[in-house]
């Protein structure tokens, strides 16, 4: 549908930034602040204000956020006298003054000098919004916003909506402003009411407002109230649907897809348990391999998600698994998302069944091929009974006798519609355990999996010595040096981690560079080697490998380590800029340590000059080694509008208003309402709940939802 105002060219943008194309996309495109902007200041005022301090409380928003350091946000009403281009080349630049009857201001833009010229006329009065700084004692507004009074609608609060762009939008004079310009348009355009998308019943229990007027106030909230209406409103629908989504889903699995009755607990079992393990298992996998067992003998097809942080024991929870599969005359794969940790686990297994007469075979993209003309013939006569490998293993002439369960390590490198194509590999879908060390908070867990059972070790093997994380800034390394040679004479292997921010990818490389010269230098007695992402598969799994052997004592890296390579000898993990991680990352990181029976380090080395939120992240990691407690944190910290933030924590649907972190409470009240619901009507069928039936097949046709059905 085609969106008043904006071209082409715009549209193309909203499609590729927001995957935004109707007038529907864009008025469920909320904002994700509010700033007051009922108060209108004095350029004398400003003037003041930025010598003698603002009161913080001026234009902190709705959501709390404060500006830390900065000045805030202001408005100014006044008029532009003239401008003026200065500087050559990338300091090219074009300032304005812009008086009022108390004094006057500059302004100052980087870019579209020539537009904003043509879009702002001196002598006009506008309404200034922005933000001002102090450079050389002088006071300047960057890039501010300037309209017209009569465009400045915001009914009588004041409260003005502030809308996530990226940075091509802006670039294309799509900032927060336009996009609300464009909802404007939109909302004038629609004069009847916007069709109500929750029963009746529903609306009247819970006492919400209509979604017309619930999607009016979230743009152009008439009062305090009504937007907190309107935010209470949309986010119980938001998450009653995504509930009612999730658990019909499930319900309609059940019912559809049966499972292989694993009845039998035999030899391969036993007789590892008893003769090849040489240790107790912990009582949480103890209690997971019940789960596990009970899961597979309903007649339904598992599906779990095996949670528990690195080191927790999950591997053999995974082995334990694959030997009741064998007892039942099935096979087993396991899945890993990288050669090397095919490769090692591999090893792993074969050496903790050795003696057990199991045949166990390795399959990667290396596998030579004589090897794979033994090896798939093998596997398709079920001589081969346990197989390890890679994305290998689900290409189509791997072919099984009688695949029984899958097991997929570290599900985040896995694609869902790479998983679903090992569910073909058999006539009756195999059962499917997946692992991850990546802890999800719980109320996560119950969004993005409740569809997936999850089960989850909380309880490390005896004996292990927790990491110790230290902070130290970056100026004192030196003596960090010291602390690290007396580690690496004692035999250990160390780990230093760089950055990598895709905007500066050429910078980040220089840096890690030379990090990596700087570390052969100053460790010229050790073998350093480096990896990165614009390296070659092979080439990092050649670097890869000659850490894991030993051959080099310290590895340069940027987080391509993150996934689960073991090398227990390996006692120090240093990050380097560790302000620019973010929590989960920091605390995969550090989960790279530690696995062997020595005191393990983790060394944080920042910049002195922090922001409060990156000294909480700081704090964090030095107080807790609990990667549950440290997902919750990271949540938390994350504001509702981090865009980045929720690509990077693997949320594979958008929320559009509601906040996992904050909004707990209302998640509970809205799953037990889906669940009420479908109780009474499973397929709903009753003519009160036919809106519902409709909304969830409408969310099923788009994108987003879609991949639920096959997770
Ligand atoms: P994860 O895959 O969860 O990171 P692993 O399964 O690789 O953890 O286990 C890490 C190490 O701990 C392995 O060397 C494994 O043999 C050992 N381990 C696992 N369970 C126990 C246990 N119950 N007691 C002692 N050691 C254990
Ligand atoms: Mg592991």
């Known amino acids: 549908m085609y969106l008043p105002g904006v071209g082409p060219r715009k549209a193309e943008i909203l499609k590729k930034e927001l995957e935004i194309v109707s007038w529907e996309d864009m008025i469920y495109y909320f904002p994700y602040k509010y700033i007051d902007r009922s108060k209108i200041f004095k350029v004398s005022e400003i003037q003041r204000l930025c010598r003698t301090g603002f009161d913080s409380q001026i234009f902190s928003d709705l959501n709390g956020e404060r500006t830390e350091k900065s000045f805030p946000y202001i408005q100014l009403k006044g008029r532009i006298r003239s401008y003026e281009t200065l500087g050559e080349g990338y300091k090219r630049r074009l300032t304005a003054e812009f008086y009022d009857d108390t004094g006057v201001i500059d302004l100052v833009w980087f870019q579209q000098i020539k537009a904003i010229q043509n879009m702002y006329k001196p002598g006009t009065e506008y309404i200034l919004f922005g933000k001002p700084s102090v450079f050389n004692?002088?006071?300047?507004?960057?890039?501010?916003?300037?309209?017209?009074?009569?465009?400045?609608?915001?009914?009588?609060?004041?409260?003005?909506?502030?809308?996530?762009?990226?940075?091509?939008?802006?670039?294309?004079?799509?900032?927060?402003?336009?996009?609300?310009?464009?909802?404007?348009?939109?909302?004038?355009?629609?004069?009847?009411?916007?069709?109500?998308?929750?029963?009746?019943?529903?609306?009247?229990?819970?006492?919400?407002?209509?979604?017309?007027?619930?999607?009016?106030?979230?743009?152009?909230?008439?009062?305090?109230?009504?937007?907190?209406?309107?935010?209470?409103?949309?986010?119980?629908?938001?998450?009653?649907?995504?509930?009612?989504?999730?658990?019909?889903?499930?319900?309609?699995?059940?019912?559809?897809?049966?499972?292989?009755?694993?009845?039998?607990?035999?030899?391969?079992?036993?007789?590892?348990?008893?003769?090849?393990?040489?240790?107790?298992?912990?009582?949480?996998?103890?209690?997971?391999?019940?789960?596990?067992?009970?899961?597979?003998?309903?007649?339904?097809?598992?599906?779990?998600?095996?949670?528990?942080?690195?080191?927790?024991?999950?591997?053999?929870?995974?082995?334990?698994?694959?030997?009741?599969?064998?007892?039942?005359?099935?096979?087993?794969?396991?899945?890993?998302?990288?050669?090397?940790?095919?490769?090692?686990?591999?090893?792993?297994?074969?050496?903790?069944?050795?003696?057990?007469?199991?045949?166990?075979?390795?399959?990667?993209?290396?596998?030579?091929?004589?090897?794979?003309?033994?090896?798939?013939?093998?596997?398709?006569?079920?001589?081969?009974?346990?197989?390890?490998?890679?994305?290998?293993?689900?290409?189509d002439t791997v072919v099984f006798s009688n695949l029984g369960l899958v097991v997929i390590d570290e599900q985040h490198r896995f694609g869902v519609a790479q998983r679903a194509r090992l569910w073909k590999k058999n006539t009756i879908p195999p059962h499917i355990l997946v692992m991850t060390a990546t802890p999800i908070p719980r109320t996560l867990a119950m969004t993005l999996y409740g569809d997936l059972d999850v089960s989850i070790i909380d309880e490390l093997p005896p004996g292990r010595k927790p990491v110790k994380t230290i902070h130290i800034y970056s100026e004192k390394r030196a003596k960090l040096y010291e602390s690290i040679r007396q580690q690496l004479r004692q035999g250990r292997q160390v780990y230093i981690v760089y950055p990598l921010i895709a905007e500066s990818e050429t910078m980040d490389l220089k840096n890690l560079t030379e990090g990596f010269e700087t570390t052969k230098?100053?460790?010229?007695?050790?073998?350093?080697?480096?990896?990165?992402?614009?390296?070659?598969?092979?080439?990092?799994?050649?670097?890869?490998?000659?850490?894991?052997?030993?051959?080099?004592?310290?590895?340069?890296?940027?987080?391509?380590?993150?996934?689960?390579?073991?090398?227990?000898?390996?006692?120090?993990?240093?990050?380097?800029?560790?302000?620019?991680?973010?929590?989960?990352?920091?605390?995969?990181?550090?989960?790279?340590?530690?696995?062997?029976?020595?005191?393990?380090?983790?060394?944080?080395?920042?910049?002195?000059?922090?922001?409060?939120?990156?000294?909480?992240?700081?704090?964090?990691?030095?107080?807790?080694?609990?990667?549950?407690?440290?997902?919750?944190?990271?949540?938390?910290?994350?504001?509702?509008?981090?865009?980045?933030?929720?690509?990077?924590?693997?949320?594979?649907?958008?929320?559009?208003?509601?906040?996992?972190?904050?909004?707990?409470?209302?998640?509970?009240?809205?799953?037990?309402?889906a669940q009420e619901i479908l109780e009474d009507d499973p397929l709903l069928q009753k003519p009160e709940n036919s809106l519902l039936d409709q909304q969830l097949n409408k969310m099923n046709r788009s994108r987003q939802m879609g991949w639920f059905m096959i997770s």
């Open 137 to 395: 004692k002088n006071i300047s507004i960057a890039h501010p916003e300037l309209d017209t009074e009569d465009k400045f609608l915001n009914g009588e609060t004041g409260l003005q909506g502030q809308y996530n762009t990226t940075e091509r939008m802006k670039n294309a004079f799509l900032p927060s402003r336009a996009v609300q310009r464009i909802i404007t348009v939109i909302l004038e355009n629609i004069k009847e009411s916007l069709p109500e998308t929750l029963p009746n019943y529903i609306i009247q229990r819970f006492h919400v407002i209509p979604l017309d007027k619930a999607l009016r106030n979230i743009h152009f909230p008439l009062s305090t109230a009504l937007l907190q209406q309107a935010q209470y409103r949309l986010k119980l629908e938001e998450l009653f649907y995504l509930q009612l989504h999730i658990l019909r889903t499930t319900k309609y699995r059940e019912k559809r897809l049966g499972g292989f009755r694993f009845t039998q607990v035999g030899d391969c079992f036993n007789r590892f348990y008893y003769r090849n393990l040489t240790f107790e298992l912990t009582n949480a996998q103890k209690r997971v391999v019940k789960e596990i067992r009970r899961d597979m003998n309903n007649g339904r097809q598992m599906n779990r998600l095996l949670q528990g942080d690195v080191g927790s024991g999950k591997t053999l929870v995974a082995l334990l698994t694959m030997l009741i599969a064998l007892d039942n005359g099935f096979q087993a794969a396991l899945m890993a998302p990288t050669e090397i940790l095919a490769t090692q686990h591999y090893e792993t297994l074969k050496e903790l069944l050795t003696g057990l007469d199991i045949e166990i075979a390795l399959l990667t993209g290396s596998t030579r091929k004589k090897q794979r003309n033994k090896l798939l013939p093998a596997l398709k006569e079920g001589i081969i009974q346990i197989i390890i490998g890679t994305h290998a293993l689900i290409e």
């Open 521 to 673: 230098k100053i460790f010229p007695e050790y073998s350093v080697c480096m990896i990165h992402g614009k390296m070659k598969p092979a080439e990092k799994e050649s670097e890869m490998q000659k850490f894991v052997s030993g051959e080099t004592q310290i590895m340069v890296a940027t987080t391509v380590i993150e996934v689960g390579v073991n090398v227990p000898n390996a006692s120090v993990m240093i990050i380097e800029n560790a302000e620019r991680f973010g929590l989960s990352q920091l605390h995969q990181l550090r989960g790279r340590v530690g696995r062997g029976a020595d005191q393990s380090f983790c060394i944080l080395l920042t910049n002195y000059e922090l922001s409060e939120n990156t000294r909480r992240r700081i704090a964090i990691m030095t107080e807790t080694n609990d990667g549950f407690l440290i997902a919750e944190e990271d949540l938390k910290l994350r504001g509702p509008g981090d865009i980045d933030g929720t690509q990077q924590s693997g949320i594979a649907f958008n929320l559009k208003i509601a906040d996992l972190a904050h909004d707990g409470q209302l998640l509970s009240l809205a799953r037990d309402l």
